[in-house]
């Protein structure tokens, strides 16, 4: 039933409650359809504004295998730029990060300003009609919410603030304040799993009360609430009575400040998660490396009055969390690698969060 199914068969599966097809999962050119359809043209998360704090600060990453440089420009305004030279195609910064004048290849040493514009070519007085103007880097579109900076790769992509809709009231409505947030830890980690896995798995709580005993422990999962938005959707669940004394099996102490979790996902692949407790947000980004492989990423941000050991407890506790659910997506790729798992069929009233992002891919990847 499942497998080469048309666009029309997988909305109508979809809506009666069923999963995209397992060979969206697992089939190499379903994969690449995404990178091209969804990941060149969404906003993707890549980093805080704290990493380019000062003129020159500068971090590399990539989206949809495109490598950037991130750099903030001797005027102040932080910019994306495809981080390849315009030369021979070299990959122009190869360091994760640091603070430089200029952007100086390590091929041929042209080398270009903070604002992208190709500053000098070794040899380039003598060559007649050198069209140094337009070898300017490219640009990609990068905007920032509050301390989170995200890049575009097209063009044609609605402002962010369009796209992210509601989303920054609502966690404004959570009492945490994005201006005094500062990360203290990134961890990465590989996931053997498609990254619709691992979102798929983010999505429902239906798990918690097997998989996640911290978890269950602090967030009363049976007053657990799923919205969904545009492009993005939210859990939100109240903190435990029993936990309001201190930590308990969940590790550390939530009895403080925010007292519920606030739980959002956002199209395509990131999460910005706020435990109950005196500041913290976890951001996770979850990125294709192969079609059965994806990096985790995950900033663990803290308010600075939180002391060092309260946020090593919460570290362990969501460390522990993350554990849990990178062996659960791993399972799912292997039983979906089975070919004896067609599709799949969702609990609506507590998966309802997978259903609204299957159909975002659906929308965008269908023929
Ligand atoms: S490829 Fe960059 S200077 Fe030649
Ligand atoms: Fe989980």
């Known amino acids: 039933m499942a497998d080469g199914m048309q666009a029309a068969e997988v909305a109508a599966a979809l809506a009666a409650g ?9 089939g190499a050119t379903y994969y690449a359809r995404e990178q091209e359809a969804i990941f060149r043209r969404a906003w993707q998360y890549v980093g805080l504004a704290e990493q380019v704090a000062q003129a020159g600060d500068f971090f590399t990453t990539q989206v949809a295998g495109v490598p950037l440089v991130i750099v903030r420009d001797a005027a102040g305004t932080v910019r994306a730029f495809v981080n390849v030279c315009r030369h021979r195609g070299s990959v122009l910064v190869g360091q994760e990060c640091g603070q430089r004048t200029t952007l100086q ?7 270009y300003k903070l604002d992208g514009r190709l500053h000098k070519a070794p040899g380039m007085a003598d060559e007649p009609n050198f069209p140094a103007a337009d070898l300017a880097l490219i640009a990609a579109r990068l905007e920032a919410w509050g301390p989170f900076l995200f890049v575009t790769l097209d063009p044609a992509a609605p402002p962010l603030g369009e796209f992210l809709g509601e989303l920054p009231e609502l966690v404004t409505a959570t009492g945490l304040d994005l201006g005094k947030i500062k990360r203290r830890v990134r961890r990465t980690l590989e996931i053997q799993a498609n990254w ?3 979102v798929d798995n983010y999505l429902e709580c239906y798990h ?9 422990d602090l967030i009363d999962v049976n007053d657990y609430h799923i919205t969904e938005y545009d492009y993005f959707s939210t859990q939100t669940g109240a903190l435990k009575e029993s936990a309001k004394a201190g930590a308990g099996k969940h590790h550390y102490d939530a009895s403080q400040g925010v007292t519920e979790g606030f739980y959002a996902y956002l199209w395509p692949n990131f999460t910005l998660n706020i435990y109950p407790g005196p500041g913290n947000v976890s951001l996770n980004l979850f990125v294709p490396l192969a079609v059965d492989r994806t990096l985790a990423i995950y900033d663990y941000c803290f308010a600075e ?4 050991d309260a946020a090593n407890d919460f570290i362990r506790f969501i460390d522990q969390v993350q554990d849990e659910d990178t062996d659960l997506c791993a399972s799912v790729q292997r039983g979906m690698q089975s070919g004896y798992f067609p599709q799949g069929r969702l609990m609506l009233t507590r998966e309802r969060a997978l259903q609204h992002f299957q159909r975002l891919v659906q929308r965008h990847i269908a023929p």
């Not at 290849?105 to 080398?111: I, L, M, P, V």
């Not at 918690?208 to 269950?216: T, Y």
């Not at 009055?305 to 060092?308: H, I, N, P, T």
């Open 105 to 111: 290849c390590g091929y041929h040493a042209w080398t």
């Open 305 to 308: 009055a939180v002391s060092s």
């Open 208 to 216: 918690c009360p097997v998989a996640h005993p911290g978890f269950c």
């Open 18 to 26: 069923y999963t995209l097809p397992t060979t969206w999962y697992t």
């Open 196 to 198: 619709k896995i691992v």
